[in-house]
């Protein structure tokens, strides 16, 4: 079952903070994030494992509740190229072949 | 730079045509993916291989095989294109282990017509 991405989209002006979720319905061992832009390939920004720590990576982190089966993105400050469509990856087995299920996705728009 | 290349960026077929999409890393990866991408729902797995010769069904297998002769080679292969099976086709691969991410190829855009 894929996981619940909110929300769907997301407008901000330059400097707005905003926060996307990713819930699933399983247990989760990973959670990782990722970044498209309009006509490119899905580029990889950070992963959270079931234990760890919150990421950072430049002014975009992520926090893993095991709990609540969940995990968030916090994009602080936001600049023009953080605009994008963001997605979350969950794992749930720690193997080998660790295949991801992909949320549907939330469109954010950065402004002048 | 590391690089997952796919072989077409965009593709049109028939209906009913045998189609296969190539995939090909340099990074010495274990692990690829393919995925297919449509508007609201995201990515969805179609297969995956986590070595040569080894292939595993993702969620949504039907209608595609997949082939891995060398590490560095994912095939994708539909047997008997359908209009439904028009969509963006994403390919990926992953260094073994539970703390790497995916790196992704440029996707091919496949229309089934």
């Known amino acids: 079952q894929q996981p619940v991405q909110s929300p769907q989209a997301v407008i901000l002006r330059e400097g707005e903070d905003a926060v996307i979720n990713c819930s699933s319905s399983?247990?989760?061992?990973?959670v990782h994030w990722y970044r498209q832009k309009h006509g490119e390939a899905p580029v990889f920004l950070m992963i959270?494992?079931?234990?760890?720590e919150q990421k950072g990576h430049d002014k975009i982190s992520a926090s893993f509740n095991e709990k609540k089966q969940q995990s968030s993105l916090y994009l602080t400050a936001s600049q023009l190229s953080y605009s994008g469509t963001y997605f979350c990856?969950?794992?749930?087995?720690?193997?080998?072949?660790?295949?991801?299920?992909f949320g549907g996705g939330t469109r954010v728009l950065v402004k002048p | 730079d590391v690089k997952v290349t796919q072989s077409s960026r965009y593709l049109v077929k028939r209906t009913g045509e045998k189609v296969f999409l190539e995939c090909v890393q340099d990074?010495?990866?274990?692990?690829m993916f393919w995925y297919r991408q449509d508007p609201g729902l995201g990515l969805r797995l179609i297969y995956f291989?986590?070595?040569?010769?080894?292939?595993e069904k993702g969620d949504i297998p039907e209608g595609y095989s997949v082939s891995r002769e060398k590490k560095e080679r994912f095939s994708l292969i539909l047997e008997s294109a359908s209009t439904n099976q028009t969509s963006m086709y994403l390919c990926?691969?992953?260094?073994?282990?539970?703390?790497?991410?995916?790196?992704f190829g440029s996707g091919t855009r496949l229309t089934v017509v």
């Open positions: 990856g969950t794992g749930h087995f720690k193997a080998a072949g660790n295949k991801l299920t």
């Open positions: 399983k247990a989760l061992y990973s």
């Open positions: 959270l494992l079931k234990g760890g």
């Open positions: 990074m010495d990866h274990e692990n």
């Open positions: 291989s986590y070595d040569v010769k080894m292939k």
């Open positions: 990926a691969s992953q260094l073994m282990g539970g703390g790497n991410g995916y790196t």
